[in-house]
């Protein structure tokens, strides 16, 4: 049986994925320890649990344990809010009955917190693979229209599965009848 479904959508995972969750909780629990460890020289009260730091003499190491404190909680708090916003989290959206691809991804707070680009169905020419392996790998799918650049479709950040690519592209190129490049 055939599916005659008009419409493909993809979603595309930002970042909220377990690495940034990960990552956020570390910096934050560094930059807490530093600040902690600082102002505890600074009062000469102990205001960590798991170790006495408040002998440590406050010049020089105790300002060098706040400034790191204080960078690390800044850093901590960015991640943070970058996964609240969901920075690069967005869907592709291919509909036959209107025409249309709608590629929509969220940004940071502003006047252009979401991007959307619409390109009319008979502008796209391709659906192209750019696969590098090595020290840096890139794995990411590109839609080729008339008159635009390559339009991303993929996640950024770490490259996903070659098998999903693989199967994502086909999938993309097989519904919006058009070539498949670089697999």
Do not use: C, H
């Amino acid at each position: 049986m055939a599916n005659m479904s008009k419409i493909l959508r993809q979603d595309v995972l930002g970042s909220r994925r377990f690495s940034n969750y990960f990552w956020a909780l570390v910096v934050s629990m560094g930059g807490l320890g530093f600040l902690l460890s600082g102002l505890s020289s600074y009062l000469k009260t102990n205001l960590l649990i798991v170790s006495d730091v408040s002998n440590i003499q406050f010049f020089p190491q105790g300002v060098a344990l706040t400034f790191y404190g204080v960078a690390g909680s800044l850093l901590a708090l960015y991640l943070w809010l970058v996964i609240f916003w969901d920075v690069g989290g967005g869907y592709n959206e291919f509909d036959k009955k209107v025409g249309q691809a709608v590629i929509v991804r969220s940004g940071f707070p502003g006047k252009n917190r979401l991007v959307k680009v619409e390109i009319p169905l008979e502008d796209i020419q391709s659906v192209k693979a750019e696969i590098r392996e090595g020290v840096n790998p890139k794995r990411v799918l590109y839609l080729k229209a008339k008159k635009l650049r390559d339009i991303p479709l993929t996640r950024a950040g770490e490259p996903i599965p070659l098998s999903t690519l693989e199967n994502q592209g086909a999938e993309l190129a097989k519904f919006l009848q058009v070539p498949l490049e670089g697999l």
